[in-house]
């Protein structure tokens, strides 16, 4: 590596008030199998401030997957993900227009996916949150649809479970889920999260059936706003709770590697890591309070702004987000 590692404080002094810093361990990229990769960014948790602890995120020099290395250890899980997350509870109360908008575009995307699924298909939501998407293909899909989730947070397993939703507690990986008996899978804002994403891409192919398809949503980091913030800023960072980043090449490198056939790879437009970026450096500049907050997912303004500056990138084919179609062979 090289030596902005040199700048890691491991083992960050407790704050104030007494906030710990975390249980870090070292991990090796998840598609190449090795450790081989240089530091590219140094940051925190310009969001959420769960830990005093700076991260450092590293790319590998074969694939150019981007992780962060060392990462929180998995007995970390409920203290770098507060009560407050947002995916824990997105919803109309707290979110009011952002919602409503983002409601109608998932929707259609949702739909979009599921186009040929008979009217007994059975569909599962990894990483479902609070519910969000299985609500909507709930709402707006065929009434015969079986929807299940799969989420690890007791937080947000009791608001999906409130709103009646199926929901299967745990990860994936460890669950004893039917195999070869789901028609698609949906991994939305999940993957970027997992520890390892190889694991958990084998597991939900086990669960579909021959010819099965898997939808993955995840931050893209063949992107400009990448490359304007890589160095601390960005906002697909999330410190310290995205763990993999991946790009087209290293995603398709990955669905090789567990059996899956990309069936399509395309990108999509989304304003969330262009605002972020503004708001983890204006928070890092310890900026008035006024105007960090025109930064946020409630901030219509700026959200706004960046669906029209990214439907541009996207336009070229580097949009925000990358949503790729993996296929169960037949």
Not at 36 to 61: K, M
Request: net charge neutral; proline share 5%; aromatic share 10%.
């Amino acid at each position: 590596m090289n030596n902005l590692s040199d700048h890691l404080p491991y083992g960050a002094p407790c704050r104030p008030d007494g906030t710990a810093p975390l249980k870090l361990t070292r991990v090796k990229c998840c598609v190449c199998d090795v450790d081989d990769a240089s530091a590219i960014a140094v940051g925190e948790d310009f969001e959420y401030r769960t830990s005093p602890d700076t991260f450092l995120a590293v790319q590998c020099n074969g694939c150019g997957l981007v992780y962060l290395n060392p990462r929180p250890d998995i007995s970390e899980l409920d203290r770098i993900y507060p009560r407050d997350y947002h995916a824990y509870e997105f919803s109309a109360e707290r979110f009011g227009f952002v919602y409503r908008v983002r409601q109608r575009l998932e929707a259609k995307r949702l739909l979009s996916a599921c186009k040929g699924l008979g009217a007994e298909a059975r569909i599962i939501d990894v990483g479902c949150g609070d519910g969000f998407h299985l609500r909507l293909l709930r709402d707006f899909g065929k009434p015969t649809w079986q929807l299940e989730g799969v989420e690890p947070s007791d937080l947000a397993v009791k608001a999906a479970m409130t709103d009646g939703l199926e929901i299967h507690q745990g990860i994936v990986q460890e669950l004893d889920l039917p195999k070869a008996s789901y028609d698609l899978a949906f991994m939305i804002a999940t993957i970027e999260h997992v520890d390892d994403p190889s694991e958990v891409l084998t597991a939900v192919r086990s669960l579909l059936k021959p010819g099965g398809r898997i939808v993955i949503v995840t931050d893209n980091t063949d992107t400009l706003d990448f490359k304007l913030s890589k160095a601390r800023h960005w906002g697909g960072y999330h410190f310290p709770r995205h763990w993999n980043l991946f790009n087209p090449t290293n995603l398709r490198m990955l669905a090789q590697k567990t059996d899956l056939e990309v069936e399509r790879l395309s990108t999509i437009v989304s304003p969330v890591n262009w605002v972020y970026s503004i708001r983890n450096a204006l928070v890092d500049w310890k900026a008035p309070r006024w105007l960090i907050n025109q930064f946020s997912l409630q901030s219509t303004l700026s959200l706004g702004v960046f669906t029209l500056f990214d439907m541009v990138h996207q336009a070229l084919g580097h949009g925000a987000l990358m949503r790729v179609i993996l296929k169960r062979p037949l």
